[in-house]
């Protein structure tokens, strides 16, 4: 995944929980692509699309970035 796809992927996750993020500084958010760019790098962008929604679909609170991993390796 692209540092852009892994942007959007955190977009959505802003959208589904705004309280997570709402204070959030901007160094924190930077630190929070940079995570997310390093753990996804390799990874297929459609399939962890497909995993964040599906686990937003039944969380009500916002997941590490492995339990996206786990939820589309399963």
Known sequence: MTREEIIVILKVLKTAYPKFYTDMSKEEMLSTIDLW???????????????????????KWVKKPTEYRTNYQS
């Open 37 to 59: 760019s390093e753990m996804f790098s390799h990874e297929d962008p459609r399939l962890v699309t497909l995993a964040v929604k599906n686990l937003i679909n039944t969380f």
